[in-house]
């Protein structure tokens, strides 16, 4: 059954005003295949999908499905061909149960009979191990469920081409593995999945297949035994990459004035995101950073320390003198800056132009009754523009028509325009191709040489390896530990997480 082609797309072609972001794009699907679907942000991946499912039409090219071509001018065109999506943002009805939002648009029969339609969906909830109830309110269950049951809808409506677009982000280890045994059981089915990632583990984990693109071009279709991790990595970025264990040796350790001097103090600080009272410090020049499993208390730290949340006890201290934060804005005016976990809700504001997005935070410093000029707000953004490498068509352009990674890179621009003596990133390459991610860390590690002192939180254990010096250890919401030189290694911070003892 595998080999057989259930999609085709040949020569597909997107044009946005001075943007081609699909230049004749071939990409097959198999009967019974789980395919990769690879490249940078800004690669095409997003829009070749959006051309897939009715959301952009294509300007040229042919889709065929099982042979037959195929004309989708809508979202519903896909669903009726067979073709189904589950987002990485949740696109369901929270308001609605999770047997509505599983039967939602689809008329016939089953929302006509309410008892029948809950109990048809308890059975599919229990046959793929979804712990919700069919008359429960959505917003009850955890993001994580809500892509379940989203994923439960697809497999329900029996589709031939499934797509999963970021499924992964959300969820924890024993989540996703779940998601894997869901996705091995559709493929068994002769479901061809579609699956778009950035974490290469699960890849190679759960893939036949990987096809990249590159700047709205085809690079090509490999068999995942004949592409290895590297060759994978330079065939997305266009050029050969040493081994990534290696951006650490290429920053230089801060020696200037102040070296080895805190910048920063807390002492049995605690907010009302409930995170037990920790100590902390940060020196000049250091790159430190909360490493944890999810929902262990990393970025409820961060987030006290910049007064985001609200502080309910403890002393800070910076430079040797106590100073209350108790506000977003009492942290920036002393030197503190933070790029926010969820880009999209706490960091853009989408309407804005990339040079509104970039001046805000300086701007807000000021006071909005001073207002930048327009030549002081362009020389700005277009100095970090060229300084960050952020593909815009221009300043002027809406910040929500960027890729994630471009996006991303508009937020820590706003925050490096403010010259912070501290700067605090978390998860700063969530959900952003591998270029961009190589481009972060090794900025981090060059403002780190320049004397800023920079926390950096990442659910990717290696990258914070690669990027702090000393990493503080976090389990249910308190401090666990602190490893530092030689025991910056996977298994030390796997040990300590699991079973470390308060080391503050």
């Given at each position: 059954m595998q080999d057989e082609a259930i999609l085709k797309m040949r020569g597909i072609c997107k044009f946005f005003p001075g943007v081609r972001a699909l230049d004749g794009v071939d990409f097959t699907l198999c009967r019974g295949d789980i395919h990769a679907l690879m490249g940078e942000n800004g690669a095409g991946k997003s829009t070749l999908?959006?051309?897939?499912?009715?959301?952009?039409?294509?300007?040229?090219?042919?889709?065929?499905?099982?042979?037959?071509?195929?004309?989708?001018?809508?979202?519903?065109?896909?669903?009726?061909?067979?073709?189904?999506?589950?987002?990485?943002?949740?696109?369901?009805?929270?308001?609605?149960?999770?047997?509505?939002?599983?039967?939602?648009?689809?008329?016939?029969?089953?929302?006509?009979?309410?008892?029948?339609?809950?109990?048809?969906?308890?059975?599919?909830?229990?046959?793929?191990?979804?712990?919700?109830?069919?008359?429960?309110?959505?917003?009850?269950?955890?993001?994580?469920?809500?892509?379940?049951?989203?994923?439960?809808?697809?497999?329900?409506?029996?589709?031939?081409?499934?797509?999963?677009?970021?499924?992964?982000?959300?969820?924890?280890?024993?989540?996703?593995?779940?998601?894997?045994?869901?996705?091995?059981?559709?493929?068994?089915?002769?479901?061809?999945?579609?699956?778009?990632?950035?974490?290469?583990?699960?890849?190679?984990?759960?893939?036949?297949?990987?096809?990249?693109?590159?700047?709205?071009?085809?690079?090509?279709?490999?068999?995942?035994?004949?592409?290895?991790?590297?060759?994978?990595?330079?065939?997305?970025?266009?050029?050969d990459l040493d081994d990534m264990s290696d951006i650490k040796s290429e920053a230089s350790v801060y020696d200037g004035e102040g070296a080895g001097e805190n910048v920063l103090e807390c002492e049995k600080l605690c907010s009302n995101a409930g995170i037990k009272p920790f100590n902390f410090h940060i020196k000049k020049g250091e790159v430190n950073g909360f490493t944890g499993l999810l929902g262990s208390g990393r970025s409820e730290c961060v987030r006290a320390i910049f007064g985001a949340d609200h502080v309910i006890g403890g002393t800070v201290k910076k430079n040797g003198k106590t100073i209350k934060i108790s506000k977003p804005i009492h942290a920036m005016k002393n030197g503190i800056a933070y790029l926010p976990e969820d880009r999209k809700i706490d960091g853009i504001v989408a309407d804005l132009s990339v040079r509104e997005n970039i001046i805000l935070a300086l701007q807000v410093m000021k006071g909005f009754f001073k207002p930048f000029t327009k030549a002081q707000a362009n020389e700005f953004a277009d100095k970090y523009i060229k300084l960050l490498g952020i593909k815009t068509a221009s300043a002027d352009t809406p910040i929500k028509s960027l890729s994630g990674g471009n996006q991303q890179k508009c937020i820590l621009a706003r925050w490096l325009l403010t010259h912070p003596e501290y700067l605090i990133l978390d998860e700063p390459t969530r959900g952003i191709d591998i270029g961009t991610k190589i481009d972060i860390q090794k900025l981090v590690l060059q403002l780190a040489s320049e004397g800023m002192s920079v926390t950096f939180i990442s659910s990717e254990t290696d990258e914070m390896l690669r990027t702090c010096s000393r990493l503080i250890v976090m389990r249910d919401r308190k401090v666990v530990g602190e490893l530092s030189g030689d025991e910056l290694t996977q298994n030390m911070v796997m040990n300590t997480i699991a079973g470390g003892e308060a080391q503050q």
């Open positions: 999908i959006k051309v897939l499912t009715g959301v952009y039409p294509k300007d040229e090219g042919e889709i065929t499905l099982e042979d037959k071509v195929v004309s989708i001018r809508s979202p519903q065109d896909a669903q009726n061909a067979g073709i189904s999506t589950v987002y990485q943002e949740i696109t369901l009805c929270p308001n609605l149960s999770v047997a509505e939002n599983m039967y939602i648009g689809r008329t016939k029969g089953k929302l006509m009979n309410w008892k029948k339609m809950n109990k048809e969906a308890d059975k599919l909830l229990q046959s793929l191990d979804i712990p919700a109830k069919a008359n429960q309110q959505l917003s009850s269950c955890s993001i994580a469920v809500q892509q379940m049951v989203a994923i439960a809808r697809a497999v329900d409506m029996e589709c031939k081409v499934l797509i999963l677009d970021e499924p992964t982000s959300s969820l924890d280890e024993n989540e996703v593995e779940k998601l894997f045994r869901l996705m091995r059981d559709l493929k068994a089915k002769g479901v061809g999945i579609i699956f778009v990632t950035h974490f290469l583990d699960q890849v190679y984990e759960v893939c036949d297949k990987i096809t990249v693109l590159r700047d709205g071009k085809l690079v090509g279709e490999y068999v995942i035994e004949d592409l290895p991790r590297v060759q994978l990595v330079s065939k997305m970025l266009g050029k």
